[in-house]
């Protein structure tokens, strides 16, 4: 009886040791620099942003990681779980490639390391702007995808294959109310004639 409750033991142990939750971490610092802004190689703008992923092949994202200027402080060196807030400690752009300064692992809660994941990078500019949908200098990467890696891994799993991200001037919502306006203006100040 005793033997049977260790060997039980032994094998749950084995197959929760087996299960290791996956990691990755924002770098693309092994690839060529691909972070413009306004089409425009950046090398030296601080920015934003947000590591998006997805278990559904892309159809819907959470996001892993917000990394904000206006963050103050936060983890560091550490393994913290997706959907953290975290400092973007300066400038996690650097030469056209983003790096994580603050060296966390980012562990899913659900997901094993050697599993595949979609992500997306969302990037904007501004210093006291938190949000993407904030900003009117933005932009996000197409869907790639990276494989998790274990917290005992000796090279952990980035975001190398990220696409391109190019953040591009958008006009603020008052613009295009302003813009509408004077079109109005226009068609009745012509049809009177």
Known sequence: MK??????????????????????????TSEPANVYINGVLDTATDINAELLGSTDGGITFTPVVTLLLSQASGDSSVTVNWGALEPASGDISFFGQLYDANGNLYQSPTIASGNTVTF??????????????????RGQTATFTEVLSSTGSP???????????NLVSVPE?????????GLASLLAFRRRK
């Open 3 to 28: 033997k049977s409750i260790l060997t039980t033991m032994a094998l749950a142990g084995m197959t929760l040791a087996g299960y290791s939750q996956g990691v990755i971490t924002v770098d693309t």
């Open 120 to 137: 997306m990078v969302q990037g904007w500019l501004g210093a006291n702007v938190n949000s993407y949908a904030a900003a009117t200098t």
């Open 155 to 165: 090279n952990n799993a980035n975001i190398g294959s990220m696409p391109t991200l």
């Open 173 to 181: 919502p008052a613009s295009f109310a302003l813009a509408g306006l």
